[in-house]
């Protein structure tokens, strides 16, 4: 039985059609990957389980997540570190200075800006 099993199974594979099938399916899953769907998620086997069955579309696609966040974080660092300094510019400022800097008159028997 066993026998006759394996030798269909290479006749489909050595036809005309088989072969072709199996080369088309190898590269679509290759590249496209195995849809493990949750599996992904269960706790230390899911991240290997992805490993094995991404494909390059999965592969690109955490790169670039990876990248965005990347260049996010760098944005958001390179605001808090505009931000210390403009807080730094201001602190330094006596009253009079602030007054001009914010495009007001100062009027300095009364000290208050106009």
Known sequence: MTLAIAKLALDVLTSRIGLPLVVAAVIVIGYEGLPIGPLRYIPFAGQYLAMIT???VDRVRAQERVNVENEARAR?????????????EITDLDAAHLCAELGGRWVPNENRCD
């Open 54 to 56: 991404d494909g390059r």
């Open 76 to 88: 958001a660092m390179a605001l808090i570190e505009q931000r210390n300094r403009d807080n730094a």
